[in-house]
Nanobody
Framework: QVQLVESGGGLVEPGGSLRLSCAASGRIFRILVMGWYRQAPGKQRELVATITGDGKLNYADSVKGRFTLSRDNAKNTVVLQMNSLKPEDTAVYYC????????????WGQGTQVTVSS
């Protein structure tokens, strides 16, 4: 069983910063992709930032230059540093893991609320 434990999130004023962390544990044979998605009220879940097993980063255009995703391979952890936050960044942020060898398995965290408001 694979578990994703998220931490971070909360309430911050526009222009502020937050840091989200996600740690994966359990029987993980091979991490293919790990990262963050978000879902705002009334909207579909969207990609925020991901990193592949070989270190290729992918960011949504809306967060480029403001968010930075990093990974600790030894701890199976990813950290999303979010700077210059805007009200439109308000959403529930979900950690995502794609793992497997011959087949791909998708895992999601429970979600953490990020609210950007004055």
């Amino acid at each position: 069983q694979v578990q994703l434990v998220e931490s971070g999130g909360g309430l911050v004023e526009p222009g502020g910063s937050l840091r989200l962390s996600c740690a994966a544990s359990g029987r993980i044979f091979r991490i293919l992709v790990m990262g963050w998605y978000r879902q705002a009220p009334g909207k579909q879940r969207e990609l925020v930032a991901t990193i592949t097993g070989d270190g290729k980063l992918n960011y949504a255009d809306s967060v480029k230059g403001r968010f930075t995703l990093s990974r600790d391979n030894a701890k199976n952890t990813v950290v999303l540093q979010m700077n210059s936050l805007k009200p439109e960044d308000t959403a529930v942020y979900y950690c995502n893991l794609v793992a497997g060898v011959s087949s791909q398995y998708y895992y999601w965290g429970q979600g953490t609320q990020v609210t950007v408001s004055s």
